[in-house]
């Protein structure tokens, strides 16, 4: 039997995105990313299920800083709608809901209903979390943002439902192994994921990202952060549409190679069908 590792607890979107995906597996719940990523690079979980980013809240910073010194491969991407329930004790009402908790982003992708009721929030370390930590409570005073299935899981009763600010609300999720073999280019739609810092020199991001508007290949994402303190050029997460052995997209990288002090492929995967959908 597979095991999946993720960060959070039963009941958690990534726990959901790990059962979608791999229905009949193991799960491995962890309480950080790193212990997530850290059981599959010690083969205690085979495959590790982490969102990279979301359609409300942006980016999941650590994940940003901790994939390059894993030597971890993205095989797969996942898109999960998220929807947030408002939940409490069984014998409490919304009208005692005095504060609420949650992880920092599900607050942050909630703020109509918490503004509406004028309540205190408290930041938990997971979404499924903050509901285990209500049912532990026994206060009514106190609420949970929480996926829907958290609910029953944890036995507390929905307050309000469907309270995420916006409907489309969406988060991506990459599936990590320690297998790093490129698939094989079968002309099917594919994304490719690198790292790279760029060279010392003038220009040098401008030289580096050149080669993929003049080979037509499509960047979807580009992320910059510093790697330790100092004055160090920055490290950028990129996403591109296209095969590593497509003559177009081995152009480019060939480009951004030569105008780099570093760079690292780190996933060949296929384009999961609702960026298919999106881009039609």
């Avoid at 309540?119 to 009514?140: C, F, K, N, Q």
Wanted: net charge negative; glycine share 8%; charged share 20%.
């Amino acid at each position: 039997m597979v095991t999946i590792a993720y960060q959070g607890e039963p009941g958690s979107n990534s726990a959901a995105a790990a059962r979608d995906l791999f229905p009949d597996s193991r799960e491995l719940p962890c309480t950080t990313f790193e212990q997530a990523l850290e059981a599959v690079t010690l083969g205690a979980a085979d495959l590790a299920v982490i969102p990279m980013d979301n359609s409300a809240a942006g980016r999941v910073a650590d994940v940003h800083h901790l994939l390059p010194e894993t030597g971890l491969w993205i095989v797969a991407e996942y898109f999960l709608p998220i929807h947030f329930d408002l939940m409490g004790v069984p014998s409490g009402s919304l009208d005692q809901v005095e504060c609420v908790r949650s992880h920092v982003h599900a607050l942050g992708q909630c703020r109509k209903i918490l503004r509406e009721g004028g309540w205190r929030t408290l930041v938990s370390d997971d979404t499924a979390g903050a509901a285990r930590e209500i049912a532990e409570l026994g206060d009514p005073r106190h609420a949970a943002l929480a996926p829907p299935g958290a609910a029953s899981l944890y036995g507390l009763r929905v307050l309000r439902g469907g309270v995420e600010d916006t409907p489309d609300n969406t988060t991506r999720f990459v599936v990590l192994s320690r297998d790093s073999a490129v698939p094989p280019d079968t002309g099917a739609p594919t994304m490719t994921s690198l790292f790279f810092s760029v060279r010392n020199i003038p220009s040098a991001l401008y030289k580096a990202l050149g080669g993929f508007s003049s080979n037509a290949v499509n960047l979807t994402k580009i992320e910059s952060y510093q790697v330790g303190a100092g004055l160090k050029a920055s490290r950028f997460y990129i996403e591109i549409e296209g095969h590593p052995d497509e003559s177009r997209v081995a152009l480019a990288l060939e480009e951004l190679r030569f105008f780099s002090s570093d760079m690292r492929l780190i996933g060949v995967y296929p384009s999961h069908a609702h960026r298919v959908r999106e881009q039609d």
